[in-house]
Every structure is written in C-alpha cells, then in structure tokens.
C-alpha cells in the first residue's frame, strides 16, 4: 500500500482551476438551457422573484495533448479502468509495423473521447465525461521488438508472498482510463478492444476500480477505512524520482508499477483500532502519524518512547515505506479501490516511478515484515513505460523507434 510519509503535496502536473475552453464549448448548451429555465421559473413568480442560487462551477476537462498523458497529471477521478493487450507475435519490422498503426488507433479514440466527440452515440449528449487516459508499453514488448525505451525498465522480481495470478497481470500494452463515473469507462473499452482485435491483438486482462466520494482537495480512504495518499512528491521532488531524466528521450515518461493488492477487510476491522493504528502507524480518525496532530505532518519515524520503544513500531506500514529510509526517494501513489467478491476486495495499487527499482526497495521491506502482512495478498503485478504525451496532430509512442 505503501502509505508514504511527507508534508501535504499537490499532484505534479495537476490542472489548476479554471475552465477549459474545451468544457466551455461541450457545456455551453447545458449553460443555454439552464438559463432559459431559470428565465422561465421567473417570469412565472412575477417580477420580485429572486433569481435561483448559481449552480457548481464547470470543472475542466483534462486536456489530452501535451507533453505528458493526463492519466498521470490530471487529479485522480472516481473511476477507473485498467486494462492489458498482448501484440501477435510477429518478426521485428512487422511487430513495430503492428504497433504503430494500433498506437495510431488508441491515440484517435483516447483524444476524440477526451475532447468530447467521440466516435460512438453512446458518448455523445450526455454530461462530458472529463476523461483522462495513459497508455504504456510493458518490458516484454519492449525487448522483443527493440523499441526505445529507459533502460531500467523492467518486470518486477518474485516478493515473499506473491500470489500472482498470470492472467491478471502483465501485458504488451497497459492501458488506464479515467473518469467521472464507470459508464464512459466501459464503452471506451469496447471500443478499445475492438481496435486491438482487428490489429490482431488481444485483451489480456481488464480491471475496474472507484474512490470513494470525498470533498474537493481531501485525501481519499481505502477499505481498511484509512487515508490513503496524504503525501505525494512535489514537482521539484517528481522532476527527480518520477518523471525521466530532463533533457533526454524519457523526459516525459514514467514508469508504472501496478499491483492488485486483495485485503481482508473483515480481519483487520475486527482488530482493536490502537492495534490497527500500531500497524498503519496513522491514526484512523484523523489520519496523522503517531508522532503527530494533523494529517500532513512529517511522520518521525526515528521518535521514542520514555522505554526507548518507537512510537511508530518498527512494521508499522508507515515506517517500512518511508522516504527517510530510502534516501529520500517517492513515488506518486494513485491507488483505486476495487470490490469483485465478498471475498475479493482491496487495493490497485498503482505507483508512477522514473526506476522501478524503487518499489521494489520498498516492497522488499514491507515482505519482510509489515503488519500488513496477515491482512494482505497481491494477486497480480505489471509494469509499464508510460509514454510521453502527444502533441496536437502527433501519436502517442513516436519515440519508441529509436
């Protein structure tokens, strides 16, 4: 879960406020009518009716052009997608032939749908469904059709405890969409689905996922009921550990770790909430570590006891996930929920790193001996280079080809 210490942090790359010229246009028709009818509420009462209380503000539409892929810059949605396509196998000139003609493909559909013109009717007159999206390369493809892409790239290695399902996890391509509710979702992923196919491609696996609804600008909870992402890095700390080396062919890019984490939910409510708090080493109520008051102090993982116990145990969650012990290195955590069963629900775990080496640092820790241990069970991992963003008239992935 990876519960990272820090002060509070905007995401880097969030869309700040104001309205997209692209919102203003698709909700220029609900604004029309809205005030007819509010036209037509006060002629009804007569000339001393106050006018109607102003209704929410638009909120923008993550743009899909631009240096990087809004599924990684644009504040997290309610809902999300995930899904893995596996390439036919074929020689190297006719692989990347393949690739490029289906990257050609996702990058029309993502943009029009993003841009509110999507090529399906079931899109279309309903409200703008504000979607952001990234597509990403795994280190398979990568190898066997020798695309250009940070050599650290890489599958993750076997972890203590690992119950990985293949045909959850891994993939040629790893898809993310994103949005206001679950219903774009699907019908994207139909369409998507069926370009893969006629590329000869296939879907190897898909993922559904939700956040709870949280007022603006407070951090989400998981299903053990605790906030989960309080810090994330900064834009100076995600030039350096996030985003690939300024200046270079990755600048732009990321690496995506996900991870399907199954919780039992039901055993670690039934602990007393002091136990549970020793383990995530954050108060349930209000989120702040145990050396703390407030959710976005800096955890001091190195704080003691009048005993010379620490204050946040040695496997609290919160501890082994630290920055502070792994020279100060983040990742950006965008966990979803997900709930398939009563008996399978938990976490999508997924990370934005420039090295994947970096989770596997971390993961390696909490293997050992997070408190977490008993109450959690990955069941399906992958790794993706998520590619640059697409310019205006440009594809997503014109720098794989070297």
Known sequence: MHAESGKARKEPGAVRGGVDRRALIAGGGAVLAAGVGAGVVALGRGPSA??????????AVPPFHGDRQAGVTAPQQPATLLLALDLAPAATSDGRAVLRSLLGDLTRLLADAAGGSPADPRLRGAEPARLSSLVGVGPGLAARLGLNVPPALAELPAFPGDRLDPARGGGDLLLQLCADDRWPLTVLAELLGASARSAGATVRWTQSGFLPRTPPGTTPR????????TANPDAAEAKQWVWGPPGGPYE???VLVYRRIRMDTAGFAALPEDRRDLAMGRRLGDGAPLTGTAEHEDPDIYA???DGSYVIPNSAHVRLSSPRLDSGARMLRRGYSYDDAPD???????????DPEQFTRVQNRLAAKDALNSFLV??????AYVLPGAREGGVLGEGLWG
């Open 222 to 229: 998981n299903l053990f009921g605790y906030k989960d992402g």
């Open 50 to 59: 106050a006018p109607p209380p102003p209704g929410p503000a638009a909120q």
């Open 344 to 354: 399978d629900r938990g976490l999508l775990f997924c990370a934005f790193v420039r």
């Open 304 to 306: 003691k006891k009048p």
């Open 378 to 383: 990955h069941t399906a991992s992958a790794v």
């Open 252 to 254: 732009h890019g990321t």
